[in-house]
């Protein structure tokens, strides 16, 4: 513990004031997103702690009926904002690192596989991954999206929608991890401990997976940040177009779709305060990222 | 040369040839298309002529041979939702996306330029700091809220502009245009600039190092030694030559400023091809899901086919470079 406390790459967080605000402001938001039932007043999904009458309250005021007060104010069926964005959080984060860790395994394998084996393998892979990369990944997403929509059976729809998205937001984003890896791999390949393992004649798969995967491992982790922000926000995207998350499973993305009908009437925070949480979320995950870059960047030392 | 020039053809051939299929087996296996296209008013001699009518007792190959053949005409079938032949839907949304996107593109160009020219040349000011930060910030606001934050701004709190629609559009020759009217040009502005603002940074960026790497250069300071003057210097030697990255670049971004449309449209109500697509993707209406997919492969592809081959005409190094790899 010491010792990785006293590790060149603590030294460099506890150096970087941004990296640590950035790291606190994350894991406060996924403490609070995981413990939603505990720390959420209401649960916005029951409908029996719904009153129709707490409708539009402003936020820290006591509403004009009622006179209950809510922190965030309430939305036009008398849910409270602060709820339903620690639930919609819950929602978008999950989303968001399914999709990241969905897009890891599949990148890294392909690219293991692109780099480890070459030839024809290699080929297909890897011009797949070009031909990808000239389509912009929100639009990619979109368009697994509908297509798995259309081949989902109409009553499974609202269910599935959630593993959907994260398939396709998945498979928009796998041809990062691809590359670095395959790049990696080529290089790892032709050191000496792959030959000798090679040698005393362990199998092609175990070479990939035991000996050269934990060598690429530290740039998979600096994409697989940014990865996180890009994904929270086209999952926010999504869903704020109507494409994403149901209204039984609001994320933030639903949330501030649902609030801008509310913007031309005046009742503010039904947007503002869902979007200001998307914003400090995938500002702070993307600061993060950057930080992770520089510091696990050996040139930059 | 010509192998090179085949060869890509021939890779863009076959990325079409597969999303063709990604469409076909769309429109084939989802649902029944029979039962989509019929309703609940049928006969079984009505069945059995659409069968034979669509040719879905013919092989697979066949069938998406024929597909093909109808997609290349631009005949994608019949819109599930709305009864009418998709190319029809299209072509009369297709004009709202154009010059919404050539006005973005526009504004995206002029002031990407004109920002980058300026940041560089004033690299140490406060006002290009300034222009950096908030650029800074705008890449990373997502653009839906970029939309709704304009709206709020411009049409909720100063009520100067509208905040969805076209406004007053009037048809010259089968195209219905917004420019031609005063609220169809005030409802251009706030969508225009939700698009084009994330390419206007990513243009402004790179014009910017471009010009400090290129101001850098011994033909600038040999201009400065001749005596010539500062506005000659920038605009006549240096940013000449740094276009030809930013034509490159603006190129690739034409095909993702369309794609973008998608949520531009949908914030503003823009009644476009991309909000036709998201419409399409939320009621499963199959047939104008799959049109959209073919045509903005046909464009992607397109345009990153011709973007290949203006590299390969431009750089020589890149001939070199082809024939040892």
Redesign the interface.
């Known amino acids: 513990m010491t010792q990785f406390w006293n590790s060149d790459f603590m030294w460099s967080f506890r150096h970087a004031p941004v990296a640590i605000v950035s790291f606190c402001v994350v894991a406060l938001l996924v403490f609070c997103a995981v413990f939603a039932p505990l720390i959420a007043p209401f649960d916005p999904f029951d409908p029996s702690t719904l009153n129709l009458m707490n409708g539009f309250s402003k936020p820290m005021e006591p509403n004009a009926f009622t006179g209950d007060s809510f922190w965030l104010g309430t939305d036009d069926q008398g849910r409270d904002v602060f709820s339903t964005i620690l639930y919609g959080m819950r929602i978008s984060l999950f989303v968001g690192f399914a999709a990241v860790l969905f897009a890891m395994v599949l990148g890294i394998s392909l690219g293991l596989i692109a780099g480890y084996v070459g030839g024809w393998t290699e080929t297909i892979i890897m011009?797949t991954a070009d031909?990808q990369l000239?389509?912009?990944s929100?639009?990619v997403a979109?368009?697994i999206?509908?297509?798995a929509?259309?081949?989902t059976p109409v009553e499974l729809r609202d269910q599935m929608a959630i593993w959907v998205l994260i398939i396709a937001i998945g498979l928009s984003d796998w041809v990062q991890f691809a590359r670095v890896v395959r790049g990696a791999a080529l290089v790892e390949k032709n050191k000496e401990y792959v030959q000798a393992a090679q040698l005393i004649g362990r199998s092609s798969f175990a070479i990939m997976l035991r000996h050269i995967l934990p060598n690429v491992l530290s740039p998979v982790l600096v994409i697989a940040t940014i990865s996180l922000a890009l994904a929270i926000?086209a999952e926010?995207?999504l869903s704020?177009?109507?494409?994403g998350a149901p209204p039984t499973q609001p994320s933030l993305g639903t949330l501030?779709r649902i609030g801008?009908g509310f913007?031309?009437s005046g009742e503010?925070w039904i947007?503002f305060f869902p979007?200001v949480t998307?914003?400090t979320l995938?500002?702070s995950v993307?600061l993060l990222g950057d930080w992770l870059r520089d510091a696990m960047n050996p040139r930059l030392k | 040369m010509l192998s090179f020039i085949l060869q890509r053809v021939f890779?863009s051939g076959i990325?079409l040839l597969i999303v063709g299929l990604?469409a076909f087996s769309?429109f084939r296996?989802?649902?029944d298309p029979i039962d989509n296209m019929l309703g609940q008013e049928r006969t079984d001699a009505d069945i059995e002529r659409l069968r034979d009518q669509l040719g879905l007792d013919k092989p697979f190959v066949v069938q998406y041979y024929k597909f093909l053949e109808g997609a290349v005409q631009g005949n994608f079938g019949i819109s599930y939702r709305q009864g009418r032949p998709v190319s029809e839907i299209l072509v009369e949304r297709a004009p709202a996306t154009l010059e919404l996107a050539a006005v973005s593109g526009f504004l995206a160009i002029s002031f990407g330029v004109a920002l980058g020219v300026f940041t560089a040349i004033r690299r140490n000011g406060i006002a290009a700091n300034v222009i950096m930060t908030v650029s800074l910030i705008g890449v990373?606001?997502?653009?839906?809220?970029i939309g709704?934050l304009l709206?709020?701004l411009f049409?909720?709190e100063l009520g100067w502009l509208p905040?969805f629609g076209r406004g007053e559009t009037v048809e010259v020759g089968g195209w219905r245009t917004g420019f031609l009217t005063a609220s169809g040009l005030k409802a251009l502005i706030l969508p225009s600039i939700t698009l084009g603002l994330y390419q206007m940074t990513l243009i402004m960026r790179l014009v910017r190092s471009e010009m400090l790497e290129v101001l850098r250069a011994d033909y600038i300071r040999f201009a400065r030694a001749r005596g010539l003057r500062e506005k000659t210097i920038n605009f006549r030697h240096a940013l000449k030559n740094t276009l030809v990255p930013v034509i490159t670049v603006t190129g690739l971004q034409l095909?993702?400023i369309i794609?973008?449309a998608?949520?531009t449209e949908?914030?503003f109500q823009w009644p476009g091809v991309g909000l036709l697509?998201?419409n399409?993707?939320?009621f499963?209406d199959?047939p104008v899901?799959a049109a959209y997919?073919m045509l903005?492969s046909v464009m992607?592809?397109g345009i990153?086919l011709i973007v290949d081959l203006l590299y390969f005409a431009i750089d020589p190094r890149l001939r070199a470079d082809k024939a040892t790899v």
């Open positions: 011009r031909v000239t389509f912009p929100i639009l979109m368009l999206f509908g297509i929509k259309g081949f926000i926010a995207t704020f177009l109507g494409v501030i801008q913007l031309f503010w947007l979007a998307l914003l995938a500002l993307n | 890779q990325v990604v769309m296996f989802v649902g990373s606001l997502p653009t839906f809220l709704i709206i709020y049409s909720v905040s095909g993702a794609a973008f998608i949520i949908t914030v697509f998201i399409a993707i939320q499963v199959i899901m997919l903005i992607f592809v990153n």
